[in-house]
DNA sequence: TTAGATGCAAAGGCTTTGCAATTCT
DNA sequence: AGAATTGCAAAGCCTTTGCATCTAA
């Protein structure tokens, strides 16, 4: 998490960007839980208990760190975005949400390349992809009597 | 197009719903180009143009049509909803976004069971799922000059 | 010092909802 | 006739923007 932070400060110092408590306050939170994809409004409720901070200041810090490339915006189709550390060099990942307790888990997938054989598009000349998979992760599988009508 | 109509206009029967003629205007737009992907807003200006019609019905239709499994909704993440009929048992396809001229294509894709494998997810049971695909089409990328600064 | 960043409030864009008038059955 | 549906306007959400104030460098 340390590096997280580190990459981040000279990440914005190289684009000559300011460092400010309030930048260092978010991508703190999304460093100490690098697997969990925050909605602005949570990064928000969070950073607020311990620093000022405005919800408008959220959206511009997480769009400069997605601009920057240090972040990605999710979307899962629940008209709430959500951010996310890039890892940048990482391996590639799609998201899995659960229908019944509608979380949202990370899952290794195959790159962008390897996604253009498995289509056979090769008219269109992918770069970046978004793969949302529904269903039900294991606890809510295991309680199957819940399953009907979950949310969502 | 007119086996989409009559299927549409018989499943909205057994569903107890009634026959409008703002329901039947909304579903041969939507029928006539069935691998057009519609937002609301286009629907609208589209029938508004012969019968009466407001945009709350368009949104209020769209709705009944998803739910009984006509149509289904799309996200590829710029903040509008798109709708298109769902081919039920047609095969899965994806969508490709193109991010010079912001055109959504289809692709056939593997089906769910499938992309359980191939994820190798056998801690999450997938139903369903959404891939979109950003990158440029063919006609964007013969003229690779215009591809600096392209939108999204 | 001063350009950049912040917070607040207002505005925007898409979607949903309340309600009286209308229209299928 | 009677319940479902519609259109309009208003309200809801999430997100962005304008602007005066503040702050990192």
Do not use: W
Not at 119 to 128: G, M, P, Q, V
Request: charged share 30%.
């Amino acid at each position: 998490m340390r590096e997280l932070v580190c990459e981040a400060r000279m990440k914005l110092r190289d684009e000559n960007y300011r460092l400010t408590r309030q930048r260092e306050a978010i991508f703190e939170v999304l460093a100490r839980q690098p697997r969990v994809h925050f909605t602005a409004q949570e990064i928000h409720d969070v950073t607020r208990e311990k620093h000022q901070m405005g919800l408008s200041t959220v959206y511009r810090t997480l769009a400069i760190l997605e601009e920057i490339g240090l972040i990605r915006k999710l979307d899962v189709g629940d008209g709430v975005s959500r951010y996310e550390f890039d890892g940048g060099d990482a391996s590639p990942h799609c998201h899995l949400v659960c229908l019944r307790c509608g979380g949202v888990m990370e899952a290794s997938c195959p790159a962008p390349e390897e996604m253009q054989v498995i289509l056979r598009a090769d008219r269109f000349k992918i770069y970046d992809q978004s793969m949302v998979f529904f269903g039900f992760c294991q606890g809510c599988t295991e309680s199957p009597s819940a399953l009907v009508g979950g949310q969502r």
